[in-house]
Each structure stands twice: as structure tokens, then as C-alpha cells.
């Protein structure tokens, strides 16, 4: 630890003092009877984290999505996680191009901005004008990223531990090989940019959504150069009508969830700033860092289980639980697991116009999300399958989107449009490894 800059250093000390803080009281809490304020602890925590930004802050967001992975107030806090991190500036911009682009980086460019257009967890980007004329996103990564993500991913694993010794609804060992896994991903701007070309691909006869361009030959594993998409954020939406708004959700919902029925394929980031809306109600889909690939036989494994819900059948769903990865499935595991499914799958089963969330307060999601977590913790706690982690995410970002919308739709009809008229083939699916 002595050999790492002391700005590494002094980032590791606050996280492990959030955790050691956090460990402490729980066992005062569980062992002694000492009161804990959740609501107090969850709000410090949380700003240690949105302090620190990058990957961090990420895993904090990704956990806020997994039901009894930690406590609701906790999940209630991390969800406000914005990631937006104060900008570099012009020098360190300069010197990072350099060391990307060469010497001659500015050679290579009609302009480039040095002033941060906008700023994220793990890079920022800055406008650029290309020498044919193009107008650039150019996404540059922060130093040293990947050791930060290392010693991140330590304190999730030690974080993650504590949840389960103290809370023991979920086994947390694949959730934290998944989470690890993407966040390593998402430091290698090649692997992006295929991840870009592959929605390209899937989108090329679709007017309602817009997929940027990939400048490869000003790109590299730590500098993405994209075409800009104008575009306005969906915050500024509160002024158009219910009808644009509801014809935005359409938009969104097709576009997340095609690339997933159609070709295996997810966006594990629906954060508000990964997309904008164009005055015609079609949508920019931005940021492809994050993203899941899934076999044909686990996409499958979804519609199964919206099938044994719809038709009510315990032994389908024992079935596409399996399918699904879940195992040792008692009688009592099921019915817990159902009541997750219900409240995943709800909008989707009921066949007429309505919001994605009967409760807008969320009163009665909560009070499912505590039933489930205090079941599955009398039961000794479930191993949640790995790709559980991103579907999750998916359908609760999504799902936030269209409550801030006011949105309604026939959720049951969009989503029986795709599933009927998918060509999935275990072929066509790039398969995670």
C-alpha cells in the first residue's frame, strides 16, 4: 500500500472506514442490542461514495438494484448516486491525448475542445470537430483507472460479505463475480466500441433510435472518439405532452429490450444520462460500456418464467427457476422466489393500457421487496444466478424512467411483440464467457 499514490491511498482509507464504521455498528446492532439509525449510517455511506465517484460509486448503484443484497434504506440512498465527477483539466487532457494519440494529437483534429462537456464516473468527454467537418464525442478515460477499479473491487468483496454476514438473504459470491467482471469491462474503450458496432447492427432499420459511430482510427483502449448525437435529456420532458412522453417510453422500452429478446444482448447502465430524446420522440442510446451478453438458452429461461406465471403453474416456474440457475428449490424457495417474479413481471402480464407501477409511491413495492428478503433469510438465503445481476438492473432503471414519465402503455402487448417476433438462435447470440 506504501508504493501507491497517496491519493489511491487516501481513497482506499475512506472506503474502509465506511465499511469498518458500517461492520462495527452491525454487530453492536446484532450481537448487543445497541440501536442503529439505518437512515443516518445509509446517508454518510453514501456520501463517502458519491464523494469518490468512479467504480465505487458504481457497485453501490448496482446493489441498490438487487432485492435483500442490502439494507432498503441503504438501496433507497444508493440509487440517488449521481455520476457525474468534477472534470480534469487542460492539462491533463493534453498530456492524456498525447500519450493516446501521439505528439501530433491536435494534428488530427479540425478543433478540440479542452473544456469538459460532460463528466462521469470513469472518463469525460469533450467536443472535437473532426478534419472532414465531423462533429466528435471524444471520451476520455481517467488515469489509472484499472487500479482503481482493483482496489474497488476489494472493498466490494469485503462489503458484500458484510451484507451477507449480517443480512444472509443472498449468497453474494456470483453477484460479485458479475459485478467484477462488467466493471473490468467497462475500462477497455475497444471492447466498447465493439459493443457499439453490435448495436449498430441490430438498429440499422430502425428511425427511432440512433447509435453513434465509432472513429477507430481515433480510438484506442483508453481514448473512444464517437460522432455526437444532439440530443436533449429526458429531465426536460416535464413541458411536452402525456402523448410524447408515452411515445418516448414505447421508444425506450423497445430499445432496451430488443437487442435482449432479438440477439442476447443488454444495456446494464439505463442511467438517465445514456440517453437523449430528439424533437421526433426518437432516442440517442449513449455509453455502451456496460453490457451483457446472455446464452439463447438463458433468454429463453426468461419468457419461460413469464409463462409459468401467466398460466400459473408451479411446475413451470420450479422449471425456469432451474433454467434460470437458482437450485436446491424447496417448496417454500419457490413461493419467495414467485413473489420477486410478481412484482418483476406484473406490467407485463396485464393486458390492457397502464403505468409500469400501479403504486407510484412505492409503498407496496417495498413491502414485497421486505417480505421476499425475510423469507429468503429464514430459508438460509439464495445463490442468485450471475445474470441476475443485469436483468435486475435493467427492469428497475427502465422501470424508474417510465414512473418519472407519468408513462403508460399496453406493456403486456409491447412485450409480446417482441417475444413473438424474435429470432434468437443460439448462433446469433455472442455468448458471455
Given at each position: 500500500?506504501?508504493?501507491?499514490?497517496?491519493?489511491?491511498?487516501?481513497?482506499?482509507?475512506?472506503?474502509?472506514?465506511?465499511?469498518?464504521?458500517?461492520?462495527?455498528?452491525?454487530?453492536?446492532?446484532?450481537?448487543?442490542?445497541?440501536s442503529?439509525?439505518?437512515?443516518?449510517?445509509?446517508?454518510?455511506f453514501?456520501r463517502?461514495?458519491?464523494?469518490?465517484?468512479?467504480?465505487?460509486?458504481?457497485?453501490?448503484?448496482?446493489?441498490?438494484?438487487?432485492?435483500?443484497?442490502?439494507?432498503?434504506?441503504?438501496?433507497?440512498?444508493?440509487?440517488?448516486l449521481?455520476?457525474?465527477?468534477?472534470?480534469m483539466?487542460?492539462?491533463?487532457?493534453?498530456?492524456?491525448?498525447?500519450?493516446?494519440?501521439g505528439?501530433?494529437?491536435?494534428?488530427k483534429?479540425?478543433?478540440?475542445?479542452?473544456?469538459?462537456?460532460?463528466?462521469?464516473?470513469?472518463?469525460?468527454?469533450?467536443?472535437?470537430?473532426?478534419?472532414?467537418g465531423?462533429?466528435?464525442?471524444?471520451?476520455?478515460?481517467?488515469?489509472?483507472?484499472?487500479?482503481?477499479?482493483?482496489?474497488?473491487?476489494?472493498?466490494?468483496?469485503?462489503?458484500?460479505?458484510?451484507?451477507e454476514?449480517?443480512?444472509?438473504?443472498?449468497?453474494?459470491?456470483?453477484?460479485?463475480?458479475?459485478?467484477?467482471?462488467?466493471?473490468?469491462?467497462?475500462?477497455?474503450?475497444?471492447?466498447?466500441?465493439?459493443?457499439?458496432?453490435?448495436?449498430?447492427?441490430?438498429?440499422k432499420?430502425?428511425?427511432?433510435?440512433?447509435?453513434?459511430?465509432?472513429?477507430?482510427?481515433?480510438?484506442?483502449?483508453?481514448?473512444?472518439?464517437?460522432?455526437?448525437?444532439?440530443?436533449r435529456?429526458?429531465?426536460?420532458?416535464?413541458?411536452?405532452?402525456?402523448?410524447?412522453?408515452?411515445?418516448?417510453?414505447?421508444?425506450?422500452?423497445?430499445?432496451?429490450?430488443?437487442?435482449?429478446?432479438?440477439?442476447?444482448?443488454?444495456?446494464?447502465?439505463?442511467?438517465?444520462?445514456?440517453?437523449?430524446?430528439?424533437?421526433?420522440?426518437?432516442?440517442?442510446?449513449?455509453?455502451?460500456?456496460?453490457?451483457?451478453?446472455?446464452?439463447a438458452?438463458?433468454?429463453?429461461?426468461?419468457?419461460?418464467?413469464?409463462?409459468?406465471?401467466?398460466?400459473?403453474?408451479?411446475?413451470?416456474?420450479?422449471?425456469?427457476?432451474?433454467?434460470?440457475g437458482?437450485?436446491?428449490?424447496?417448496?417454500?424457495?419457490?413461493?419467495?422466489?414467485?413473489?420477486?417474479?410478481?412484482?418483476?413481471?406484473?406490467?407485463?402480464?396485464?393486458?390492457?393500457?397502464?403505468p409500469?407501477?400501479q403504486?407510484?409511491?412505492?409503498?407496496?413495492?417495498?413491502?414485497i421487496?421486505?417480505?421476499?428478503?425475510?423469507?429468503l433469510?429464514?430459508?438460509?438465503?439464495?445463490?442468485?444466478?450471475?445474470?441476475?445481476?443485469?436483468?435486475?438492473r435493467?427492469?428497475?432503471?427502465?422501470?424508474?424512467?417510465f414512473?418519472?414519465?407519468?408513462?403508460?402503455?399496453?406493456?403486456?402487448r409491447?412485450?409480446?411483440e417482441?417475444?413473438?417476433?424474435?429470432?434468437?438462435?443460439?448462433?446469433?447470440?455472442?455468448?458471455?464467457?
Amino acid at each position: 500500500m506504501s508504493n501507491e499514490p497517496p491519493s489511491r491511498f487516501k481513497r482506499y482509507s475512506k472506503i474502509s472506514g465506511a465499511l469498518s464504521g458500517a461492520a462495527t455498528r452491525y454487530v453492536g446492532e446484532r450481537f448487543f442490542g445497541i440501536s442503529i439509525d439505518h437512515d443516518s449510517q445509509a446517508q454518510t455511506f453514501t456520501r463517502v461514495m458519491g464523494n469518490l465517484k468512479g467504480p465505487i460509486m458504481k457497485i453501490a448503484q448496482f446493489l441498490a438494484t438487487v432485492p435483500g443484497a442490502i439494507p432498503e434504506e441503504y438501496a433507497e440512498e444508493f440509487q440517488q448516486l449521481q455520476s457525474e465527477a468534477p472534470a480534469m483539466g487542460g492539462y491533463f487532457v493534453r498530456r492524456r491525448l498525447q500519450g493516446e494519440l501521439g505528439a501530433d494529437w491536435h494534428e488530427k483534429f479540425l478543433s478540440f475542445d479542452e473544456k469538459t462537456a460532460a463528466a462521469a464516473s470513469l472518463g469525460q468527454v469533450h467536443r472535437a470537430v473532426s478534419p472532414e467537418g465531423d462533429l466528435l464525442a471524444c471520451k476520455l478515460q481517467y488515469p489509472d483507472m484499472a487500479s482503481v477499479i482493483e482496489s474497488d473491487i476489494k472493498q466490494l468483496k469485503l462489503g458484500l460479505k458484510l451484507y451477507e454476514s449480517t443480512l444472509g438473504a443472498l449468497k453474494t459470491e456470483e453477484l460479485f463475480i458479475e459485478i467484477s467482471d462488467r466493471l473490468k469491462e467497462e475500462v477497455d474503450y475497444r471492447l466498447e466500441a465493439k459493443n457499439i458496432l453490435y448495436f449498430q447492427d441490430i438498429f440499422k432499420d430502425d428511425p427511432s433510435v440512433h447509435i453513434p459511430k465509432v472513429y477507430s482510427e481515433l480510438s484506442t483502449g483508453r481514448l473512444l472518439t464517437l460522432s455526437w448525437l444532439e440530443g436533449r435529456s429526458l429531465r426536460n420532458l416535464e413541458n411536452h405532452s402525456q402523448d410524447f412522453k408515452n411515445r418516448i417510453a414505447k421508444t425506450l422500452f423497445e430499445a432496451w429490450y430488443k437487442p435482449l429478446y432479438h440477439h442476447g444482448v443488454i444495456h446494464g447502465d439505463p442511467h438517465m444520462g445514456n440517453y437523449t430524446f430528439r424533437d421526433d420522440a426518437s432516442l440517442n442510446l449513449l455509453d455502451f460500456g456496460c453490457v451483457r451478453y446472455f446464452h439463447a438458452s438463458f433468454v429463453e429461461s426468461i419468457i419461460d418464467l413469464y409463462r409459468a406465471l401467466e398460466n400459473n403453474s408451479e411446475t413451470d416456474l420450479v422449471a425456469a427457476y432451474e433454467s434460470w440457475g437458482f437450485t436446491n428449490l424447496s417448496k417454500e424457495l419457490v413461493e419467495a422466489l414467485t413473489l420477486w417474479a410478481k412484482m418483476l413481471y406484473d406490467p407485463l402480464l396485464e393486458n390492457r393500457v397502464r403505468p409500469i407501477k400501479q403504486d407510484i409511491s412505492g409503498v407496496e413495492g417495498r413491502e414485497i421487496a421486505a417480505r421476499v428478503h425475510a423469507e429468503l433469510r429464514r430459508l438460509g438465503g439464495v445463490t442468485p444466478p450471475r445474470e441476475f445481476v443485469f436483468l435486475d438492473r435493467a427492469a428497475v432503471g427502465i422501470g424508474a424512467v417510465f414512473m418519472r414519465l407519468g408513462a403508460e402503455q399496453n406493456w403486456h402487448r409491447l412485450f409480446m411483440e417482441l417475444i413473438e417476433g424474435r429470432t434468437l438462435s443460439s448462433e446469433e447470440t455472442l455468448a458471455d464467457s
